[in-house]
């Protein structure tokens, strides 16, 4: 694992006799390394610099560029010419046409939210008060006008369903960090949180998208020792952060199946703790099974689910002969990664009790395969009447259930956190049905770009497989409906009355198709 010093490097500049110390990540760009030299020197951003060393030969300004120290600093000399200025000319331009990109691009949300309130305005006119075909058309034309205005101030509209929408940041935001002043916060180093994030946690309405990888694996790193098990356990806290930069670096970077997505279940699965008060109810070594299996349920997720892996026959199928592939893939690489020392969190256990840890983690992340709902759900409802937390068969039930709860969670959450999860599952389904439809194999109509639209994909899912779930769980917690079950039938509802305006719309489309028809056949 890598210390503050391999992430920053520290130059020295010559600045009129006086020693200037300059310090950048080695993430940094040129460009970035560049500017900061024409700060510290009090040059105008923009000016094209060179780099000279003690003996007078030209250094490369990047992120690999050679360290010096105190006694040998090196000058900047500023340049000039006809040739520079030409450069310097199309540089300006360039960024004058990229800080007016920037320019619109910041005001499209207030565009944004214009289009989408008149849209909605119209499109209740159509469905409510049953527009005649001229107002129809006016309507229309007005929508249009709104496209195109659209179009005109941003490349792309944000109204084609096959872009990937960009989470919304608009909902507070929070005191993020309370590191001393000599942290730099790399992704090595993970950092304190704010007592204000630390009670967020525990809330389902716990907002993702403000947060960057590193922070989130801080935030993951307090949940165990929040929760005792560091301490009860005798983690090794160096061999904690350890793992899950592994398990961090294990995660592909799908629309979807991503790092964001585990730590999404992992947070979910820490706030129904607290909610469910479950350490009162489980062991700690439940507990930390829970929480290591949400960690670890989607591990190296090829973006690509059961169903394709098995029509396309892929080595994931057949090593595990098409049953539960992609499962069986993500608990091999879990104790794949356990099984290097460095990052083994579970060095201090005796077989046996790890023998337990390891058959409860599998368990659990076996359970997320959405192939197995009916058969989990049937057994759970079997048990919720009459439950037993004395009962390992009841307990184990309850544990497999609780983690598809976490794994399918996101409309549990406010709208603005939920939505965009919504668009980046549709991406994912969208990559995979185009391969299908170019490998010539089956494509299921939820997956179709063609055929699925927002509200039709999740009304049926948030209908049928969400609702009924938790409210099965809220037999045994009753205290989940206010927070989980209300948000998830508030969610069913907005979509329902979504697909009904859509579906207005393509009512209206289509008797003025047949009007058009009728009246084509009559001349």
């Known amino acids: 694992m890598g210390s503050a010093s391999s992430v920053y490097r520290v130059i020295y500049l010559d600045v009129d006799g006086r020693i200037q110390k300059v310090v950048f990540s080695r993430f940094c760009s040129p460009c970035d390394i560049k500017e900061l030299f024409c700060t510290a020197l009090g040059l105008p951003r923009n000016t094209n610099i060179s780099l000279l060393d003690v003996n007078g030969a030209m250094v490369s300004i990047d992120p690999t560029m050679p360290r010096n120290s105190e006694r040998s600093p090196y ?50 006119r159509v469905e409510l008060e049953g527009l005649k075909v001229v107002e129809i058309e006016k309507c229309r034309s007005d929508i249009k006008k709104l496209r195109e205005e659209m179009a005109s101030r941003n490349n792309s509209s944000f109204l084609d369903d096959n872009k990937k929408l960009m989470p919304r940041r608009d909902v507070p935001s929070y005191t993020k960090c309370v590191c001393p002043p000599e942290c730099l916060c790399p992704s090595a180093c993970l950092c304190h949180l704010s007592q204000e994030i630390v009670e967020t946690l525990k809330n389902p309405i716990f907002n993702v998208w403000q947060y960057e990888h590193h922070e989130m694996l801080s935030c ?24 899950l930069l592994c398990i961090h670096d294990n995660y592909r970077n799908n629309p979807f199946h991503n790092f964001r997505h585990c730590f999404c279940v992992t947070q ?16 700690q070594v439940d507990i930390l099974i829970l929480m290591t ?3 670890c349920h989607d591990l190296d997720h090829p973006g690509y689910n059961n169903t394709y892996q098995i029509n396309a026959r892929t080595e994931l199928a057949v090593r595990y002969n098409d049953i539960s592939p992609l499962e069986n893939h993500h608990c ?26 390891r058959q409860g983690t599998i368990t659990l992340i076996l359970a997320t395969d959405m192939a197995r709902h009916g058969e989990i759900l049937d057994s759970f409802r079997q048990k919720v009447d009459s439950f037993d937390f004395t009962n390992e068969e009841h307990v184990t039930c309850l544990k497999m259930v609780l983690i598809k709860c976490c794994d399918i969670s996101n409309e549990v959450r406010p709208m603005e956190v939920a939505e965009p999860w919504v668009d980046c599952l549709l991406e994912e389904y969208f990559m995979q049905s185009d391969r299908e439809k170019l490998e010539g194999l089956p494509v299921a109509p939820f997956m179709d770009r063609e055929k699925v639209t927002k509200p039709t994909a999740q009304i049926g899912f948030i209908k049928f497989v969400l609702i009924p779930m938790f409210e099965t769980v809220m037999k045994l917690f009753p205290q989940i409906e206010e927070v989980m079950v209300q948000p998830l039938r508030e969610s ?6 979504l697909k009904q305006i859509d579906d207005a719309m393509n009512e209206v489309q289509k008797k003025k198709s047949e009007n058009l028809t009728v009246g084509g056949k009559k001349k």
Request: charged share 25%; aromatic share 12%; with cysteine.
């Open 268 to 283: 979910m699965m820490y706030s129904m703790i607290y909610l469910c008060s479950l350490q009162e109810k489980f062991t």
């Open 220 to 243: 993951l790193e307090h949940m165990y020792h929040d929760l005792g098990l560091v301490k009860d356990f005798n983690i090794n806290p160096i061999t904690l952060k350890r793992w």
């Open 332 to 357: 091999a690489v879990a104790f794949q990664i356990f099984s290097q020392p460095e990052c083994n969190i579970f060095s201090n256990f005796d077989p046996e009790p790890f023998k337990q840890i």
């Open 75 to 124: 000058r900047v000399v500023p340049l000039t010419g006809g040739l520079l200025a030409d450069k310097e000319e199309l540089f300006q331009n360039v960024l004058s046409q990229v800080a007016e990109q920037f320019s619109r691009a910041f005001k499209i949300n207030e565009l944004k939210t214009e289009v989408t309130n008149r849209l909605a305005m119209l499109e209740k």
């Open 293 to 295: 299996a949400a960690v």
């Open 492 to 497: 069913r509802d907005r979509y329902e009355e």
